[in-house]
């Protein structure tokens, strides 16, 4: 089946700083990709939807100017926590959809980047 | 209100078990319906749609309520395997294609 990677998969990093995060699919293109949040036995939250070649589309509560989403291939959108805090340390999931050429629609999931801010 | 809504257990069964998990979701207009598992400090994996008609994959059955808006997810002869979180979500097709995904089911199967 199509696979979606994320890189890193995990990042410690000093509060007060930005973390890039990448989230590629390896064979199919997607014009668009969701960034989830997952904090510990909560589920995931739609953080938006990052559509190829346009602004992201964010979820209410969700601080555009905070996490930044670029999605500037087919195959590639990235996702930049700027100015880190403790609170923001989450486990961060994307997701790519394979709208395909048979007509599937289909929504395949990274495998996910846990990032710990001190 | 949650837009869609589980209990979060735990479900504790003994191995060979049947467990039923049940799903609401308030918005009218969704579309499409599907039950994922999630393993611990993983991310979800699909483990089936869920259709109008009810569909079965082995041991795994979904139903979908639409009338009541409630979704289902039957697992028969349960498995040490089995203990997931178990992650029900919705697509609400108009306006995008954007999955909602409720808080999970956790569920231990124990020998």
């Known amino acids: 089946g199509a696979v979606v990677s994320q890189h890193p998969s995990w990042v410690i990093c000093k509060s007060g700083t930005s973390v890039k995060i990448e989230c590629r699919s390896l064979d199919f293109q997607a014009t668009t990709m969701f960034w989830y949040r997952q904090f510990p036995k909560q589920s995931l939250m739609l953080m938006a939807t990052s559509n190829e070649g346009s602004k992201a589309t964010y979820e209410q509560g969700v601080e555009k100017d905070k996490f930044l989403i670029n999605h500037a291939s087919l195959t590639l959108s990235t996702l930049t926590v700027t100015s880190a805090h403790p609170e923001d340390s989450s486990f961060y999931i994307c997701?790519?959809?394979?709208?395909?050429?048979?007509?599937?629609?289909?929504?395949?999931f990274g495998p996910g980047t846990r990032l710990t801010v001190l | 209100r949650k837009e869609v809504e589980q209990d979060p257990g735990p479900f504790n069964v003994p191995e060979g078990a049947t467990v039923a998990f049940n799903c609401t979701y308030s918005n009218s207009a969704s579309q499409s319906f599907f039950w994922y598992r999630q393993d611990c400090r993983k991310e979800p994996k699909l483990l089936m749609s869920?259709?109008?008609s009810g569909n079965e994959d082995g041991r795994f059955t979904a139903q979908l309520n639409r009338a009541s808006q409630y979704i289902s997810l039957l697992i028969r002869d349960s498995k040490l395997s089995d203990s997931a979180t178990y992650l029900c979500a919705v697509n609400k097709g108009t306006g995008g294609f954007k999955t909602i995904f409720g808080a999970g089911t956790r569920l231990f199967v124990k020998a």
């Open positions: 869920v259709y109008s």
């Open positions: 997701s790519a959809r394979d709208q395909g050429l048979a007509g599937g629609d289909t929504q395949y």
